[in-house]
């Protein structure tokens, strides 16, 4: 007979639960009866929909996470944070120029941070967030979009600014901007969407379309990886 998990307490919202030991918050809600809707994505630490903020029964100070990464702990008190009310700036990327000035003029209050370095201590990827600011303050668009390349858009930077501001949505304008604008060209790419635009793998595709599940699993496993990387490079 298996040995059944022991249960822990936690608090979800306020309420007094009992949950196995060992499950994330995420299993945890949902095994407390949550239907999760909002706020449940990718379950794998990547999306950042599962934003949550938590403390324990004797201990006010607050700590952060991602509901599906963190698993429960006794006297957990939990809360969740599915969208968090920040003000994202509205433009035309296709009217834009790669100007280092549109990220303070689009998001002005960014000059209010004071460089308490709150954010980076909240993100749950580990990101310099109060540096990706400052490179903002000085216009580098560049700096800003490799500094927040792995930025899950989970919000909590927003959630504990003092300042209220949101540097994950002025990090999102610089990484846009950087793709669209700064990203060299790359030309063995440009090639291959043209010679898919002028349908030179429509016959494939169409043939791949029609074969069974076994069969492209049996193909994918014994695809010659080195010769498809050699091929895409000429």
Known sequence: MAEQA???????????????????ILTALEYSGYRLVRGCGCRAGFCGACATIYNF???????????????VEPDMCLVQI?????????????????????????????VKCFGCNTCTKTCPQELEVMWFMTDALRGDIRAVADRSFDC??????????????????????????????????SEHLEKRIKEVESGRFDAEIKELKKTGGQELRRRYAERDVESALEQSWE
């Open 57 to 71: 029964k004797n201990d006010p100070q607050l700590r952060h996470d991602l509901a599906c990464q963190k698993a």
């Open 152 to 185: 899950l858009m989970c919000g909590l930077c927003a959630a504990r600014c003092p300042q209220g501001l949101a540097p994950y949505y002025v990090a999102l304008l610089a990484r846009r901007l950087y793709g669209r604008y700064l990203t060299p060209v």
């Open 82 to 110: 599915p969208y968090f009310p920040a003000l994202k700036a509205i433009y035309n990327l296709e009217k834009m120029k790669a100007d280092g000035e549109k990220l303070k003029a689009l998001y002005p209050d960014i």
């Open 6 to 24: 022991r249960l822990i307490d936690i608090y979800i919202m306020g309420r007094h639960v009992q949950v196995p030991e060992g499950l994330t």
